[in-house]
């Protein structure tokens, strides 16, 4: 069974200071790896998807990295800004497009 | 705007109860699954739908039913509801990238 791990929990960072979440996996046999970000009472947003033939994605300031034979994702987030405030979490796809095994998530703060 | 609309928003109902919840796509979009978010954890996945047919059940009782409609609505039915059943339930649509609605609160008292 697929499980998700997020660290850290929380985070919190003044302004301008790169973010670096961390996601691990234990099937390597993982597809796709998707960051979302959820705002306090909202559903997800997705930021970004990484399929299982590349090894990274980049959305402006956003970048997030696969390795799957470590079972690692990273997502950085560069020149952090108070808007970035909320919670990423990682999720993992296997071979049920659609079931995704989603992380706790990282609650992130930035101070202004 | 999600495009993903789900009702109510907040609701409370006490144990023993029966609950349905809604999710209607802007797109049409012919794959939607349901998932179950509690406090302070990640979303786990209830079940997927596809051309009205369920095509897929992550780890939950069969008290918790559903349905997809001709225009790819859907609907999440639990009934004989526990306090553990209080959670943020979330609607996506799609089945490569999701799109998820705002998401149904459920308080059981």
């Known amino acids: 069974k697929q499980e998700v791990t997020q660290i850290p929990a929380a985070l919190s960072v003044p302004e301008g200071e790169n973010l670096v979440l961390n996601c691990s996996f234990t099937d390597s046999a993982i597809y796709n790896l998707q960051w979302f970000r959820q705002d306090p009472g909202k559903g997800l947003t997705s930021l970004l998807l990484i399929q299982s033939s590349q090894r990274e994605q980049t959305s402006g300031r956003l970048n997030a990295s696969l390795d799957k034979s470590s079972g690692r994702s990273t997502l950085y987030i560069a020149a952090s800004q108070p808007g970035d405030s909320a919670t990423y979490l990682c999720a993992g796809e296997g071979d049920s497009w659609g079931k995704l095994q989603f992380g706790a998530g990282t609650q992130v703060v930035v101070t202004p | 705007e999600t495009g993903v609309t789900q009702s109510p928003t907040h609701l409370i109902k006490t144990r023993g109860q029966q609950v349905t919840l809604r999710c209607s796509s802007q797109?049409?979009?012919?794959?939607v699954s349901w998932y179950q978010q509690a406090l302070g954890q990640g979303p786990q996945f209830i079940f997927q739908?596809?051309?009205?047919?369920?095509?897929g059940r992550g780890n939950f009782p069969p008290r918790f039913s559903g349905l997809q409609f001709p225009n790819y609505s859907s609907e999440l039915n639990v009934n004989a509801l526990e306090l553990d059943d209080s959670a943020l339930y979330l609607c996506?649509?799609?089945?490569?990238?999701?799109?998820f609605g705002a998401g149904s609160r459920l308080t059981v008292l």
């Open positions: 996506a649509s799609g089945a490569n990238v999701l799109t």
């Open positions: 739908y596809y051309r009205e047919e369920e095509n």
């Open positions: 797109s049409g979009h012919n794959t």
